[in-house]
């Protein structure tokens, strides 16, 4: 056997067995011999015991008389001697013969054969029998229980097989579980396991990335660094080492790593931020010094690292240091500094946390470009939307435009679920196309969660909930800066919600204006001043909206400038750099306990001239209220075309004529039910 056939994970030849399944790397063995594993040596060690064992067994064992017989031979005379063991009794014609025997005439392996004797027998001690013996003179010895040959080799050598067998064991676990990420096995020599895809394998590209242009024209001439590096030498540019992709959960960072891969036409090795580090220390170093050194074999290539803040994550002010993740990114900071710039070796990393990656790896040289990949627009949603219904089969009249609109805020990932949740929408009510109202529901599903239509509601909570969703949904039609109201429904979802007002914005903001937050701040408390003009107390389910409330308050206060006094002061709460007990970061005020107090009596004053702003708003439309809350209570659920007519009607004074109308309406469909 060559060295090469030596299998660094065994260097013993003892995990051996056809394992090219498992490693394709290896190379067949040579004249197609298979080492032997240990057990099948082990196994046939103790078999070839136990056939020896039979064999002298059988040699050696005199035939059994019965125990009759053999005390009758004691009378007569012709056993003299008898040996008492706790199975068998011997009997010898002489003592002689006895001393003969136990000088090892005879031979025991497991202790059921016996000494050579003249006669053999499944004896009773009894006082009877101790009596004839000694009636007759005959001389007997009782011979205790002696252990076998095997029993005293397993004696000692037992021991040391259960101490080779959990080593060893120990150790395939170990390399076992170290071989998944780069450095191998404990004796291997660091062979990269984070996964190289090769050319083609990868059926992703830019096409199929809709939503973050701009991300995408980027990577789209990292891809082109790597196929035309001479356009860009020859003029003196330099091509960038690392390319940090950063931005919320879901919003297609991953699915760019995989677009560059299926686009570049170069090795690209894919591997988790987590996969460096383990429970020894210098492993993850080790790793990726081996990543590093077999991405540079393969130049030009992309090394692509997922969820970056596992292993980069900044050492100031880190007390609960970690030897092992810090090694790991010192080597990883080495490794991106040494890069030679001609080398076409690029680094892309992925993360969601850019705050706490530590300032050496962002800078420039090490991630020369940090590629912001954020939540869509709506016109990005649209074309991802068009992307994932390419799969599904949809009635002509849906309008994906609608939908984009409606998802406000929604990550590429969200919108991917609302496409599938609307597919299974439709199996489920036994359709073969996807409609507008299986996508409505699965957006909604979506911000609200589950529909609950089975979960008992009492009457009274019922009205509760129907005045308080009215309440929200009046003050958002007459105040000037609300999110219009798209759909109003008191039918519970998710875990805790018992009815909730869908509010979806025209167009998406980026920047909101004092104004618009204190519209939004009365669109909160109007459920619970609902509550209180109809019913004359208030009960706990605008804790939520209350929340939220004082949160914007609070921000606009701290944050934003937004108070009388502390105009244009930030008034922010930061860390205070140590931990707490429950090792939690602990924040420090950086303003005196007299501006807290401020704090606290502002936010308490505007949270009640808010609310006495939306009960004279609510009173000076009750009629409306009122009117909408039984529409609730009759249909359950009010869409943004009927809410708008009622709030025209109302407006203009006039909702005694709607109700005469939606009251025709409603028998004209009942009798067309009937028929």
Same mark, same amino acid.
């Given at each position: 056997?060559?060295?090469?056939?030596?299998?660094?994970?065994?260097?013993?030849?003892?995990?051996?067995? &056809?394992?090219?399944?498992?490693?394709?790397?290896?190379?067949?063995?040579?004249?197609?011999? &298979?080492?032997?594993?240990?057990?099948?040596?082990?196994?046939?060690?103790?078999?070839?015991?136990?056939?020896?064992?039979? +064999?002298?067994?059988?040699?050696?064992?005199?035939?059994?008389?019965?125990?009759?017989?053999?005390?009758?031979?004691?009378?007569?005379?012709?056993?003299?001697?008898?040996?008492?063991?706790?199975?068998?009794?011997?009997?010898?014609?002489?003592?002689?013969?006895?001393?003969?025997?136990?000088?090892?005439?005879?031979?025991?392996?497991?202790?059921?054969?016996?000494?050579?004797?003249?006669?053999?027998?499944?004896?009773?001690?009894?006082?009877?029998?101790?009596? +004839? +013996?000694?009636?007759?003179?005959?001389?007997?010895?009782?011979?205790?229980?002696?252990?076998?040959?095997?029993?005293?080799?397993?004696?000692?050598?037992?021991?040391?097989?259960?101490?080779?067998?959990?080593?060893?064991?120990?150790?395939?676990?170990?390399?076992?579980?170290?071989?998944?990420?780069? !450095?191998?096995?404990?004796?291997?020599?660091?062979?990269?396991?984070?996964?190289?895809?090769?050319?083609?394998?990868?059926?992703?590209?830019?096409?199929?990335?809709?939503?973050?242009?701009?991300?995408?024209?980027?990577?789209?001439?990292?891809?082109?660094?790597?196929?035309?590096?001479?356009?860009?030498?020859?003029? !003196?540019?330099?091509?960038?080492?690392?390319?940090?992709?950063?931005?919320?959960?879901?919003? !297609?960072?991953?699915?760019?790593?995989?677009?560059?891969?299926?686009?570049?036409?170069?090795?690209?090795?894919?591997?988790?931020?987590?996969?460096?580090?383990?429970?020894?220390?210098?492993?993850?170093?080790?790793?990726?010094?081996?990543?590093?050194?077999?991405?540079?074999?393969?130049?030009?290539?992309?090394?692509?690292?997922?969820?970056?803040?596992?292993?980069?994550?900044?050492? #100031?002010?880190?007390?609960?240091?970690?030897?092992?993740?810090?090694?790991?990114?010192?080597?990883?900071?080495?490794?991106?500094?040494?890069?030679?710039?001609?080398?076409?070796?690029?680094?892309?990393?992925?993360?969601?946390?850019?705050?706490?990656?530590?300032?050496?790896?962002?800078?420039?040289?090490?991630?020369?470009?940090?590629?912001?990949?954020?939540?869509?627009?709506?016109?990005?949603?649209?074309?991802?939307?068009?992307?994932?219904?390419?799969?599904?089969?949809?009635?002509?009249?849906?309008?994906? &435009?609608?939908?984009?609109?409606?998802?406000?805020?929604?990550?590429?990932?969200?919108?991917?679920?609302?496409?599938?949740?609307?597919?299974?929408?439709?199996?489920?009510?036994?359709?073969?196309?996807?409609?507008?109202?299986?996508?409505?529901?699965?957006?909604?599903?979506?911000?609200?969660?589950?529909?609950?239509?089975?979960?008992?509601?009492?009457?009274?909570?019922?009205?509760?909930?129907?005045?308080?969703?009215?309440?929200?949904?009046?003050?958002?039609?007459?105040?000037?800066?609300?999110?219009?109201?798209?759909?109003?429904?008191?039918?519970?979802?998710?875990?805790?919600?018992?009815?909730?007002?869908?509010?979806?914005?025209?167009?998406?903001?980026?920047?909101?204006?004092?104004?618009?937050?204190?519209?939004?701040?009365?669109?909160?408390?109007?459920?619970?001043?609902?509550?209180?003009? #109809?019913?004359?107390?208030?009960?706990?389910?605008?804790?939520?909206?209350?929340?939220?409330?004082?949160?914007?308050?609070?921000?606009?206060?701290?944050?934003?400038?937004?108070?009388?006094?502390?105009?244009?002061?930030?008034?922010?709460?930061?860390?205070?750099?140590?931990?707490?007990?429950?090792?939690?970061?602990?924040?420090?005020?950086?303003?005196?306990?007299?501006?807290?107090?401020?704090?606290?009596?502002?936010?308490?004053?505007?949270?009640?001239?808010?609310?006495?702003?939306?009960?004279?708003?609510?009173?000076?439309?009750?009629?409306?209220?009122?009117?909408?809350?039984?529409?609730?209570?009759?249909?359950?659920?009010?869409?943004?075309?009927?809410?708008?007519?009622?709030?025209?009607?109302?407006?203009? !004074?006039?909702?005694?004529?709607?109700?005469?109308?939606?009251?025709?309406?409603?028998?004209?469909?009942?009798?067309?039910?009937?028929?």
């Amino acid at each position: 056997m060559s060295q090469n056939d030596i299998d660094p994970n065994d260097p013993f030849g003892f995990f051996t067995g &056809n394992n090219d399944k498992k490693n394709n790397n290896k190379k067949p063995k040579k004249n197609g011999q &298979n080492r032997v594993p240990i057990w099948t040596l082990v196994g046939l060690f103790f078999l070839l015991l136990f056939v020896i064992s039979q +064999l002298f067994a059988s040699s050696s064992q005199t035939a059994l008389i019965p125990f009759s017989e053999f005390k009758d031979r004691i009378e007569r005379g012709e056993i003299k001697y008898v040996e008492m063991g706790q199975v068998y009794f011997l009997g010898y014609v002489s003592v002689s013969q006895a001393e003969t025997a136990n000088e090892g005439t005879g031979f025991s392996l497991f202790g059921s054969s016996v000494k050579n004797s003249s006669f053999r027998t499944v004896g009773v001690l009894s006082d009877d029998f101790l009596k +004839l +013996l000694d009636e007759k003179k005959i001389i007997y010895s009782i011979k205790v229980k002696e252990r076998s040959f095997l029993l005293e080799i397993l004696q000692w050598i037992f021991p040391f097989i259960l101490i080779f067998g959990f080593f060893t064991l120990m150790m395939r676990r170990i390399s076992k579980n170290m071989g998944g990420g780069l !450095g191998g096995g404990v004796f291997s020599q660091g062979q990269s396991a984070g996964g190289t895809i090769v050319e083609g394998k990868v059926d992703t590209r830019f096409s199929d990335v809709a939503g973050v242009d701009e991300a995408k024209e980027e990577l789209v001439e990292v891809v082109d660094f790597l196929k035309n590096p001479k356009k860009y030498t020859e003029i !003196g540019g330099k091509i960038p080492r690392g390319v940090l992709l950063v931005g919320p959960p879901g919003t !297609g960072k991953t699915l760019l790593a995989r677009a560059v891969a299926g686009e570049s036409g170069t090795p690209f090795f894919k591997i988790s931020g987590s996969e460096f580090v383990e429970m020894f220390v210098g492993v993850g170093a080790s790793r990726v010094r081996k990543l590093f050194k077999e991405a540079r074999e393969k130049a030009p290539c992309i090394v692509f690292i997922d969820e970056l803040d596992a292993i980069g994550k900044s050492r #100031i002010n880190s007390i609960n240091s970690n030897d092992e993740r810090e090694q790991t990114l010192n080597q990883l900071l080495v490794e991106m500094d040494g890069f030679d710039a001609t080398s076409g070796l690029i680094v892309l990393a992925a993360t969601n946390r850019p705050d706490v990656l530590d300032p050496a790896i962002l800078r420039p040289g090490r991630f020369d470009r940090q590629i912001v990949v954020d939540r869509p627009d709506v016109r990005g949603r649209e074309q991802i939307l068009k992307i994932h219904a390419k799969q599904v089969k949809m009635e002509e009249n849906v309008d994906l &435009n609608d939908i984009a609109k409606m998802s406000s805020g929604f990550s590429g990932a969200d919108l991917a679920n609302v496409i599938n949740e609307a597919a299974l929408m439709a199996v489920r009510s036994g359709r073969k196309l996807v409609n507008m109202d299986d996508l409505h529901e699965a957006v909604e599903k979506n911000i609200a969660g589950l529909q609950r239509k089975s979960r008992v509601i009492k009457e009274k909570e019922r009205r509760i909930v129907a005045y308080h969703e009215t309440g929200h949904a009046v003050v958002a039609a007459f105040t000037k800066g609300a999110e219009p109201v798209h759909k109003i429904s008191i039918i519970p979802r998710g875990i805790a919600a018992l009815g909730y007002t869908l509010h979806i914005p025209e167009e998406d903001n980026y920047l909101h204006t004092r104004a618009e937050m204190i519209a939004e701040v009365d669109v909160l408390l109007s459920g619970r001043a609902a509550e209180d003009i #109809i019913f004359g107390e208030v009960s706990t389910g605008a804790g939520n909206d209350i929340m939220r409330a004082t949160d914007i308050i609070n921000k606009m206060l701290t944050d934003y400038g937004m108070s009388e006094k502390f105009r244009n002061v930030a008034l922010t709460q930061r860390g205070g750099g140590y931990f707490s007990r429950r090792g939690e970061p602990s924040l420090e005020r950086e303003y005196s306990e007299s501006t807290q107090e401020y704090l606290d009596t502002e936010i308490a004053r505007i949270i009640d001239e808010r609310y006495r702003a939306v009960l004279e708003l609510l009173n000076s439309k009750r009629d409306i209220v009122e009117y909408i809350a039984n529409r609730l209570l009759e249909k359950e659920v009010i869409e943004k075309a009927e809410f708008d007519e009622i709030i025209k009607y109302g407006s203009e !004074g006039a909702l005694s004529r709607l109700e005469v109308s939606n009251t025709v309406s409603g028998e004209t469909e009942n009798s067309e039910i009937q028929a």
